[in-house]
């Protein structure tokens, strides 16, 4: 049966487990800076929002990098960066309409969720309930979209705010 | 290094130097971490007792714990240590949020401030990067604008401690606020802080945290992280926040309400985390760094004429010390005060605990109009309620400067027997709104807390055995399921012995106490464990447990050179003369009688002289002491065996 993560905002208490849980299941340490998912926490109003590859079907990145570098699983969804090709231009930070690539710290590449493969490390993390690993099925396809424009225009809201 | 960074940073404002030093690898094994280094660090350094509070020689300590920063659940916490404004004496407090975490991200386990600036400052860190700046703009401001200011100059990803203008006003209610929200509030530590014309530290890093082991410190965390799931008490906590049991202790006649003079209120639900979420101003459930329960509450007012008013809290405490403390069975007016104390800097005990004490010294003609502002007070008064809170934080004419130097001076000054009503004990701090007369090892562990009574330095919320797993530890430290009720002084110090030891770990790990003392998912084993995957420090559960030992005793022993004695391990004289008003436990009172004999046998377990309550000299060194065995032998301090 195909999986889809459910993200939800409203329950997220911005504790950053799903972060540290990533950190340390891609690279054996602990650092929210190295996280595929990132919460972009907003103190004053004890807000944490989710930003992670959705495996959307637009896929601007791929199309923005000027070296080539990343490519995506037709079946998945899954954006894998060669870095190789990989010169760090950041394009694909810019581009991603779900604010969703952050570069990595030391090798300045950018990083991506990949799902853990089937088996994200994160959920298991996520006590309340924010992340889900559900079965895919119309409802719950609608369910992510309704659930990703919610954590969208608070983002915009919040940037709109800022400016 | 893994689990700790490995680097203490010390400041000294007087001379505007900064200095990073090596954790001695002996200290992570027998003092761990966070609030068990900083004993050893104040120790070390104002063991002298010239060293006042407000001496330029007070230091404050800051420090997350050693498994702070990773995926072990709960275990963002920060401790911070000083000698405190309010008593004189040790003072440990303990904040969450996510300061903490970002201090040991910029590489850093402990940091300390010493001296005095010449102007108001602030502490910039940004990992290597480390400078004391001008606060001219931040002086004066109240908590919101400070942690807005600082996020516009170092980013919105910065992390910020600072005070308000209370601590500015060296008021003794005023509490340190971190994240906001969060807050190291009892015991004045913001005075220190603006005794030392600090006003700030804002934090950013950038530097991993490693383990030892990190498959095995994983297993470990899931195994924490999934008992906390399963746990009722940590369910419960989620849900409703820690004012979620407030109905539960009322209808146990023990929910503290005017100043003391009740246990049981009619119709409390306004002031419960029930309310909170049923009458919609609970807008978001928020967890501390890297926490699994998410107690914490952001509300907010969501119509009427004070629609939009927002803060983090109330928490029980808050209801208790600024509801039904001062009468106030009304959920907006405990939002107002909560959100006043979290703007203005205020420790929301404290300052209930000094309002609850005019209000009664008003009613008793005590105090008049004279010396309240002008103020008509009494008991449900909103509008003076908070004009009491704001008097408190600015020193505001004769009523904000008598309730600013907290109940111990302020019953001194206005003498009347006034001290009959002021519920502090003879340490001088404020207690918390815990019925100690209806809780009886809660009673011998406020008793003895080295920073005054209340429940932050060891929780034995077990006794009440209000959950399956509080039933069975309480069976575990005693051997019967039957003494898990809080009415028996049987095995009380035995409760609290153990208790005292797993709370001290716990904090030393950076662990929130929720996860070991009032829910159970962690405690001495899989935290010994832990730390062994984190560092690849092994020791005994035992050996863990000897740690916490360790530093109680080095607390103890930091306030008998303050002149301590086993007169300063008592109780509010209101809790030991005047009985209960109501409930099962009808009339009991925490009589001397009955302290008397629990702390017997609580200094018996601890192997200290019952007479005078200090260590013997072959107690500090059976837990490798000896140097402070020594210093307390040169001045006299120690016992006869």
């Known amino acids: ?163 | 290094m893994y689990g700790h960074q490995g680097k203490i940073l010390h400041v000294d404002l007087s001379k505007g130097k900064t200095w990073v030093e090596d954790i001695p690898e002996e200290w992570r094994r027998l003092y761990i971490g966070s609030r068990g280094i900083n004993a050893k660090i104040l120790w070390d350094y104002c063991k002298d007792p010239d060293i006042t509070w407000e001496d330029p020689r007070n230091i404050i300590i800051f420090a997350p714990g050693a498994v702070t920063g990773t995926t072990a659940p709960a275990s963002g916490r920060t401790s911070v240590t000083t000698v405190g404004c309010t008593t004189g004496l040790y003072l440990k407090s303990n904040t969450g949020g996510h300061w903490g975490a970002e201090l040991k991200y910029a590489g850093y386990d402990h940091l300390v401030v010493h001296g005095v600036a010449s102007e108001p400052s602030y502490i910039l860190i940004e990992d290597d990067n480390v400078e004391v700046r001008s606060a001219k703009e931040l002086w004066g401001k109240d908590i919101i604008e400070t942690d807005a200011l600082l996020k516009k100059w170092h980013g919105e990803d910065s992390r910020g401690l600072y005070i308000g203008p209370a601590g500015e006003n060296l008021v003794r209610a005023s509490s340190i606020h971190c994240s906001l929200f969060h807050a190291a509030g009892r015991g004045g530590g913001a005075a220190v802080m603006g005794k030392k014309n600090l006003k700030a530290v804002s934090v950013r890093g950038t530097k991993p945290i490693r383990v030892k082991d990190p498959k095995k410190f994983a297993e470990i965390a899931e195994e924490m992280r999934e008992n906390l799931r399963g746990d009722s008490g940590a369910q419960g906590l989620h849900e409703f926040g820690t004012a979620g049991s407030i109905a539960a202790v009322n209808e146990m006649h023990a929910f503290p309400g005017r100043n003391w003079q009740t246990g049981y209120t009619e119709n409390v639900y306004p002031i419960s985390g029930q309310a909170l979420n049923e009458l919609g101003y609970l807008k978001r459930r928020v967890a501390c760094f890297g926490c699994t329960i998410g107690c914490h509450r952001y509300s907010e007012i969501p119509k009427g004429p004070n629609q939009g008013i927002a803060s983090g809290g109330p928490e029980y405490e808050t209801f208790g010390a600024l509801g039904n403390g001062p009468g106030v069975i009304d959920t907006e007016g405990v939002l107002l005060a909560n959100e006043m104390c979290n703007r203005l800097g205020l420790d929301t005990i404290t300052a209930g605990g000094v309002a609850q004490w005019a209000i009664e010294s008003y009613e008793r003609g005590v105090l008049t109009k004279e010396d309240t502002n002008g103020l008509d007070l009494g008991w449900g008064k909103i509008p003076e309620l908070l004009a009491t809170i704001e008097a408190l934080a600015y020193r505001k004419g004769k009523l904000g400067d008598l309730l600013a130097d907290g109940l111990k001076i302020a019953t001194g000054k206005v003498g009347h027997d006034s001290y009959k009503w002021a519920v502090i004990n003879a340490k001088g701090l404020e207690q918390s709104n815990v019925e100690t007369r209806s809780a009886k090892a809660y009673a011998l562990a406020f008793a003895v807390n080295p920073r005054g009574p209340d429940h932050l330095m060891t929780e034995t919320f077990a006794e009440f055995g209000s959950s399956p797993e509080a039933v069975d530890l309480i069976e575990k430290l005693t051997g019967d399921k039957k003494w898990a009720s809080s009415h028996f002084t049987d095995f009380r110090a035995e409760i609290v012995r153990w208790h005292e030891d797993c709370y001290e770990i716990t904090e030393a790990l950076g662990f929130c106490v929720f996860t070991s003392t009032a829910a159970f998912g962690v405690n001495p084993d899989n935290m010994t464990r832990l730390y062994a995957a984190a560092t690849g420090i092994e020791m005994t559960e035992d050996e863990m447990m000897l740690t916490g030992r360790r530093v109680c005793t080095l607390e103890k022993a930091f306030n008998i050179t303050r002149g301590a004695t086993r007169e300063h391990d008592n109780l509010p004289w209101r809790l030991m003369n005047e009985g209960a008003k109501s409930g099962p436990l009808k009339g009991a009172t925490n009589s001397q009688e009955e302290l008397n004999e629990a702390l017997d046998n609580y200094y018996t377990l601890h192997e200290w002289d019952l007479k005078t309550s200090w260590p013997y000299r072959s107690t500090l060194e059976k837990l490798g002491l000896k140097d402070v065995a020594d210093h307390l032998d040169k001045h006299d301090l120690l016992p006869v065996e």
């Not at chain 1, 190295?34 to 989710?50: H, P, S, T």
């Not at chain 1, 690993?133 to 609608?142: A, Q, T």
């Open chain 1, 1 to 163: 049966m195909e999986k889809l993560l459910l993200v939800d905002m409203d329950k997220c208490t911005g504790c950053k487990q799903c972060t540290l849980a990533c950190s340390l299941t891609k690279e054996d340490l602990f650092d929210p800076k190295r996280g595929r998912i990132k919460i972009l926490k907003k103190e004053d109003i004890a807000l944490g929002i989710q930003l992670v590859c959705e495996q959307c079907e637009t896929y601007p990145c791929v199309a923005s990098c000027p070296d080539g570098a990343l490519s995506r699983d037709e079946a998945t969804g899954i954006i894998t960066v060669d870095e190789k090709l990989c010169t760090s231009q950041g394009a694909c930070v810019d581009a991603c309409i779900y604010h969703a690539i952050q570069l990595h710290p030391e090798t300045k590449h950018p990083m991506f969720c990949d799902l853990c493969g089937g088996e994200p490390y994160c959920v298991k993390h996520c006590v309340p309930g924010a992340l889900l690993w559900v079965d895919k099925s119309d409802e719950m396809i609608k369910d992510k979209k309704k659930l990703r424009s919610a954590r969208m225009n608070m983002y915009r809201d919040l940037k709109k705010e800022a400016a």
